[in-house]
């Protein structure tokens, strides 16, 4: 699966940003999805992950309650709404597919080795 993320941007803390994983391939929808990021300087760090048929979603903790992952399979496309952004947040965002959603204990819930497809990034950042 081809992948293609869009949507990042300058933002003030406090404000919105929807971020979007375009997937291209017959078997697109198979794939569960995930966004990662990486702020500079820092270790790549999974946010979320949907599961193929979007039944199941998953968050990492520092994000749980303000982001939303969502899809879109007849559009083949995954949203990920962000809201209440502050400036910890400012990173590149990845969206990467995979067979499913592997959800760890720990501070890494996600791990990008469980991801074989993966977008170019979209920089967000946001302002204090």
């Known amino acids: 699966v081809q992948l293609q993320a869009s949507g990042g941007g300058l933002v003030q803390a406090g404000g919105s940003l929807r971020l979007s994983c375009a997937a291209s391939g017959s078997t697109s929808d198979h794939y569960a999805i995930g966004w990662f990021r990486q702020a500079p300087g820092k270790k790549r760090e999974g946010v979320s992950c949907?599961?193929?048929?979007?039944?199941?979603?998953y968050y990492v903790d520092s994000v749980e309650g303000r982001f939303t992952i969502s899809r879109d399979n007849a559009k083949n496309t995954v949203y990920l709404q962000m809201n209440s952004l502050k400036p910890e947040d400012t990173a590149v965002y990845y969206c990467a597919g995979g067979r499913r959603c592997h959800y760890y204990s720990g501070t890494y819930r996600f791990r990008a080795a469980d991801f074989g497809s993966w977008g170019q990034g979209t920089l967000v950042t946001v302002s204090s």
């Open positions: 949907i599961s193929s048929n979007g039944g199941s979603t």
